[in-house]
Nanobody, 124 residues
Framework: QVQLVESGGGLVQAGGSLRLSCAAS????????MGWFRQAPGKEREFVAA????????YYDDSVKGRFTISRDNTKNTMSLQMNMLKPEDTAVYYC?????????????????WGQGTQVTVSS
């Protein structure tokens, strides 16, 4: 069993930056690929970024490529998402996901464990 807790969301102006963190607990943390997803009001949850088990491979949605950076530290059981050059369309609840043993990126249905989400709001 893995528990995930996100932090770091908030309100920022367009062009600004935020860093999201995900803290994981559970003995099998390092054995899974992990990812970030987001869900805006009235929309389906969508993929943002994913990182492989060892952290040597990453994958990004085209909408965030070049602006967001995903990373993980298996010694600390944490994963992060550095978000730069934020846009109003990045506004959403961001979710940390884990428990996917396949090749990244994976889909919403592929990830077994989810955090409670953290709100990111980008004002224009």
């Amino acid at each position: 069993q893995v528990q995930l807790v996100e932090s770091g969301g908030g309100l920022v102006q367009a062009g600004g930056s935020l860093r999201l963190s995900c803290a994981a607990s559970g003995r099998t943390f390092s054995m899974y690929a992990m990812g970030w997803f987001r869900q805006a009001p009235g929309k389906e949850r969508e993929f943002v970024a994913a990182i492989s088990w060892h952290g040597d491979r990453t994958y990004y949605d085209d909408s965030v490529k070049g602006r967001f950076t995903i990373s993980r530290d298996n010694t600390k059981n944490t994963m992060s998402l550095q978000m730069n050059m934020l846009k109003p369309e990045d506004t959403a609840v961001y979710y940390c996901a884990g428990g996917y043993s396949g090749p990244i990126p994976g889909t919403v249905r592929d990830y077994k464990y989810w955090g409670q989400g953290t709100q990111v709001t980008v004002s224009s």
